[in-house]
């Protein structure tokens, strides 16, 4: 695997370079100082993944990103920055991850695995379709901005003040109520519960318990949400219709 770290400032490549040749002691690791270089660097090496700066000279991370998305098979992005007001931008971009500096470990092993996931052909398809193809949940956490790709998302369920977006292998507490989440996206979530809303898509089956309540089975899920009466009847039509 080809990495690219780009970052006018040294003390910075070094650290994210130090890193990598911890978690990925065999990918090949290359490093510009600005973005014209980096763009001419993606262009000649073609790397999977690029860990990017945002503030620059020149060409900023933004730019790189945006004429990175124009080649034919993009590399992966995860911009590595001191500023969180980029977030929503960068992850207009294609960003797999928004880490802040000083990059921690933790979480630059967490945005590789990520970027691993994403292979550079999908990519190259991504970059062709429309926003609301690739549309990401993200919020604001103690490690920076994350997020995750709404397609992922099992569920959304609300306990405590807090809404959880969960997936079979992550958890994300999202800034948006149950509400705001319904009203934006509709016609992928359905409420099964006042707390929760399960993605239509990944619906397996409806279940009933031997105390009489009803469950619904989600793909990749060993939790089974409860479907409360009030709402059953509408979950066992949107089941019942093709997909």
């Known amino acids: 695997m080809k990495i690219l770290v780009v970052d006018d400032e040294q003390l910075a ?8 040749g911890k978690l990925r002691p065999g990918a090949e690791c290359l490093e510009a100082s ?10 000649q090496h073609g790397p ?13 991370g933004i730019e790189v990103a945006a004429a990175l998305a124009e080649l034919e098979a993009p ?38 695995l990520t970027a691993g996931k994403i292979n550079r052909m999908q990519l190259a398809e991504l970059s062709g379709r429309e926003e609301s193809d690739v549309e990401l949940i993200s919020s604001q956490t103690h490690r920076g901005v994350e997020s ?7 569920c959304f369920i609300a306990e405590h003040k807090y809404v959880t977006a969960h997936t079979p292998r992550s ?32 619906i397996q089956k409806l279940e ?13 899920m060993h939790e089974r949400p409860i479907v409360s009466r009030r709402h059953l009847s509408q979950a066992k039509a949107r089941v019942a219709r093709p997909q």
């Open 13 to 20: 490549r070094e650290r994210l370079l130090r890193l990598l």
């Open 34 to 43: 600005d973005g014209i270089t980096a763009l001419q660097m993606a262009r």
């Open 48 to 60: 999977e993944l690029i860990l990017l700066d945002i503030q620059m000279p020149g060409s900023n």
């Open 75 to 112: 590399p992966a992005i995860i911009f590595c920055t001191a500023y969180d007001e980029y977030a929503l931008e960068a992850f207009q971009h294609q960003a797999v991850a928004y880490l802040l500096k000083p990059v921690r470990e933790a979480d630059l092993e967490k945005a590789l």
């Open 148 to 154: 995750l790709p709404l397609k992922d998302i099992r």
């Open 171 to 202: 958890e994300l507490i999202v800034q948006q109520s149950l509400r705001e989440l319904e009203d934006t996206y509709g016609d992928r979530f359905l409420r099964v519960h006042r707390n929760t809303l399960v993605a239509v898509s990944h």
């Open 208 to 220: 009933r318990d031997e105390d009489g309540s009803w469950r619904v089975v989600l793909e990749g």
